[in-house]
């Protein structure tokens, strides 16, 4: 038994149901509840142990198990957990999918065991909402065209930000089309009436999701909570928009590609951004990133901007998200909001 681990599902459980997944708190307090009396789920996370509370949630280690049984339930190669899994119009419970889960732990630990070693991808894009206030306010200060780099991109969904609509608490925003990212907006709306027009978009990601790759698209979906169909549902329609306009993401390193890729140019305000991404990096790649952006927004001029967005924690509190905006030339950084992590509610403040 690791206690650590056992905490660590216990707290994604209480998170989980904070953001309304009870079915996914519910498998995560009964896959601690077996981890404590050495059940199947000890030996699958077996290569987490030793590692602290904070180190397991910062792995998203709880989170990889969910979207390992989920992976398997959208394969369908697990007929008997998938029928316990819920499904639009019909009654579930997470006791009787557990014992399911329980039984595919043990007979499907081969194939597990190699999806959990990655850290997820959840490439949720109603996080778009959230950044959607820091791309208008560097559209509206710089009245400048932008190019858009997006890091550790992984399926590049969130490289469409532009392409999708939003109704933020009533108020309309982007082209009709096939993605509706309704958002909870509180505080001052963003400039809504800000020029927009990208000229450019490049990502890249340390393992991109290649969506015509149909294992790979699979993984990508089986990181979103089952019993939310409504997210789902905007996944799928998102994954359609990036196939129908080729969004590629390049395998690069993080650090690497901004140095090369993301430099500022003329007539363009040049936005590097992420979301969810920096908890996963070691503090070295972390500050070198950082002082990659900070080299290139030397070169920065008011002709040739360089913005750093990002959607992440700050470092005191992992359980709330920032809407952090940095702008070169200055360097002036500025906290624009508190998000919800799936991008449900936004506290704008500017």
């Known amino acids: 038994m690791d206690s650590a681990i056992s905490a660590s599902l216990r707290l994604q459980a209480k998170a989980c149901l904070a953001l309304g997944s009870p079915f996914h708190a519910g498998l995560l307090d009964l896959a601690a509840d077996d981890l ?17 509370l904070r180190e397991l949630m910062a792995a998203a280690v709880p989170l990889r198990l969910l979207g390992g049984l989920h992976d398997l ?32 732990i043990t007979e499907h630990a081969p194939r597990l065991a190699p999806f959990m070693d990655h850290e997820p991808q959840t490439n949720e894009v109603r996080r778009s909402a959230c950044l959607l206030g820091g791309f208008l306010t560097i559209a509206k200060e710089t009245g400048l065209p932008l190019r858009c780099f997006e890091i550790a991109a992984s399926a ?9 609509r939003y109704d933020l608490s009533g108020t309309p925003w982007g082209p009709e089309g096939p993605v509706l990212l309704p958002t909870e907006w509180s505080g001052q709306l963003p400039p809504l009436d800000a020029q927009v027009r990208v000229v450019h978009r ?15 698209r699979r993984r990508l979906l089986a990181y979103v909570w089952p019993d939310q169909f409504d997210r789902l549902d905007r996944i799928r329609a998102a994954i359609d928009v990036a196939l129908a306009n080729d969004v590629l993401v390049e395998a690069a390193d993080a650090v690497e590609w901004t140095a090369r890729a993301a430099g500022p140019a003329p007539g363009a305000a040049t936005v590097i951004y992420h979301s969810v991404f920096w908890q996963y990096m070691s503090p070295q790649s972390q500050t070198d990133l950082r002082q990659t952006i900070e080299y290139l927004g030397v070169g920065a001029t008011s002709d040739a901007p360089l913005a750093w ?30 998000v919800h992590p799936h991008g449900a509610r936004v506290d704008w403040t500017g």
């Open 202 to 216: 490049q990502a890249c990601d340390r393992r991109p999701v290649d969506l015509k790759d149909e294992v790979l």
């Open 36 to 52: 404590d009396a050495s059940g199947p789920t000890a030996a699958l996370l077996g290569p987490w142990a030793g590692q602290d």
């Open 156 to 164: 590049g969904l969130n490289l469409s930000w532009d392409r999708y």
């Open 73 to 104: 339930v959208l394969s369908g190669d697990d007929p008997a957990l998938a029928a316990a899994y819920p499904r639009p119009g019909k009654d579930f419970n997470a006791e009787t999918a557990w014992l399911q889960a329980r039984r595919a």
């Open 309 to 338: 967005l990002r959607m992440e924690p700050p470092p005191q509190n992992m359980a709330s998200m920032e809407i952090t905006l940095t702008m070169w030339p200055g360097g002036e950084e500025r906290v624009l909001g508190v």
